[in-house]
């Protein structure tokens, strides 16, 4: 059975089942599997699988051991089918020398739906394993593409409500009509005067303060700390190996490139799970925006988020402390050395780590950056050259493709984390076209000068009813909370 601890102590143990339920350890630390020995397994029992969903089968019963196989196959049928409007769930495309993996074919058009359709599956099945009897409210403040995802994850799951709090004015169009316009009887959207932080403060406040906000509910979080979001994204770098195999790209055993659009470290983390279970990856490359802190911290060992914050047109990726990072060091520096870093950036808001485990990171990453300009200009020529539409998160990772060391004969892998189609003004303005105050309009105009597919979750919002319309002050949170998990009950 894989122990998963906390990577700042291992005397806190626990069963997957556990860890998904927790979240987070209580030292402040994040679940890992103990030992990567233990996740070494011959690689053909995964690629050699017949689609997605075994795939992830599979994978899942490696990470996810004790909820027991019968249960698995049926948590991914539930996550999956029926989900995606492609087949493949992520589809690869070949596109001038390197290749692109869809990962936005889901209900928001995100890639973090491969995860948050699976979540909440996860999470209830975790709570009737572990004794739990509370029903589980999950909160969660966003900027964006987290809320629609966890909103559409969990919106119908028995047993669980989900409140998602967003910045009034601070959003696009699009993703608020996203959110307000679910109609899952467990779900609440609610606009908050205030920025991003000031809705990040009051559901951390409420966290602290009140994680029973009702007899018989309890709060969790759907943020990607949780190893229930991590596990179900190492099954595309897989699935992405088999279809590189099946297109006659590469024969088996050979190795290939990852290039991966970063933030919070998430994704790319399940790349180095991937790669430790026996996938044949050689780089792992981790694309930042003008957020370059963790270009900086691959490139020298030095992680230092006294910097300025910049507002991208790759907002998913404007992050300063990448909370999955720590998952990395616990297995590059152990416990003792990871507990230590994290205490220090806590206290201090750097690090630095010792030269033997920055080449320990080096053997396997590499780390580049590109400005909002150079992803637009790639929007603009991979569009004009190849006739191919990729959003400004995937564009970032695009441009680094040639400021790492590439390889004769290895092919590099672009994740693509979200439809061009949820970026419309951004996308607009890199193809040199008028951008309009209407997100609807910028929709119709980038279908008309591209004629690329509009996700049919992002098609018919303009249209749908809404039904959440709630504006409260910061201060009416903790309320507001209250209210609903009453209601819930
Ligand atoms: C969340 C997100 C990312 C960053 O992924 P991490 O796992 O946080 O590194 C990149 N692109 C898009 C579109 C996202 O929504």
Redesign the pocket.
């Known amino acids: 059975m894989i122990n998963y601890i906390s990577t700042r102590n291992s005397n806190i143990s626990v069963k997957a089942s556990e860890a998904v339920l927790r979240g987070q350890a209580s030292d402040g630390g994040l679940f890992v599997p103990q030992n990567l020995e233990d996740l070494k397994i011959d690689y053909h029992r995964i690629t050699n699988c017949d689609d997605f969903k075994s795939m992830a089968a599979a994978v899942w019963n490696l990470f996810l051991d004790d909820y027991g196989s019968g249960v698995i196959t049926e948590l991914v049928k539930k996550s999956y089918e029926g989900k995606f409007s492609s087949e493949k769930v992520t589809p690869l495309v070949k596109v001038n020398g390197a290749y692109v993996l869809e990962l ?1 074919h889901g209900p928001t058009s ?3 739906d491969v995860a948050l359709q699976a979540l909440p599956n996860l999470l209830t099945k975790a709570r009737s394993m572990n004794g739990v009897t509370d029903e589980i409210m999950i909160l969660t403040a966003t900027s ?3 809320g629609s ?1 966890a909103l559409s994850g969990f919106s119908g799951v028995d047993g669980t409500s989900i409140v998602v709090f967003y910045p009034d004015g601070g959003i696009s169009e699009t993703q608020r009509l996203q959110m307000v316009t679910d109609a899952g009887k467990n779900t609440s959207a609610c606009a908050i005067r205030g920025n991003f932080d000031d809705a990040q403060n009051g559901v951390k406040k409420i966290f602290r303060e009140m994680p029973r906000p009702a007899e018989g509910i309890s709060l969790s979080s759907a943020n ?1 700390i949780n190893i229930g979001r991590l596990v179900p ?1 190492i099954v595309y770098y897989f699935s992405a190996y088999r279809q590189l195999l099946d297109m006659g790209s590469i024969k088996d055993g050979d190795l290939v490139d990852f290039v ?11 790349g180095f799970f991937a790669r430790c279970m026996g996938l044949p990856v050689r780089r792992l490359v981790c694309a930042s925006n003008k957020n370059d802190v963790l270009t900086e911290f691959i490139n020298t060992g030095h992680y230092n988020r006294i910097r300025e914050f910049h507002k991208t047109t ?1 907002p ?2 404007d ?1 300063l402390i ?1 909370s ?1 990072l720590e998952r990395l060091l616990y297995y590059i520096c152990g416990e003792e050395n990871t507990a230590s870093y994290m205490k220090q950036l806590e206290e201090t808001g750097e690090y630095q780590i010792s030269d033997a485990e920055l080449k320990a990171i080096q053997d396997v990453f590499s780390a580049a950056c590109a400005t909002d300009a150079e992803g637009a200009a790639a929007i603009k020529d991979v569009f004009e050259s190849e006739n191919y539409l990729m ?1 400004t ?2 564009s970032i990772a695009w441009s680094c493709l040639d400021k790492y060391e590439r390889k004769e004969g290895v092919p590099s892998v672009v994740l693509s ?2 439809s061009p189609y ?1 970026f419309c003004a951004s996308v607009l303005s890199a193809l040199g076209l008028e951008v309009s105050d209407s997100d609807r309009k910028n929709m119709e105009v980038c279908h008309e000068y591209t004629k690329a597919e509009i996700p049919a979750g992002l098609a018919d919002i303009w249209d749908k009813e809404i039904l959440h319309n709630d504006l409260i002050n910061p201060k009416e949170m903790m309320s507001y909370v209250v209210e609903k998990s009453m209601k819930s009950r």
């Open positions: 936005y995100a890639f973090k964006g593409d987290t995802a990607s994204q991966v659009p970063t933030g919070n470290f998430g994704d790319i983390m399940a790759s998913s990726m992050i990448s999955n959003d998160h995937t984390t979200a949820k």
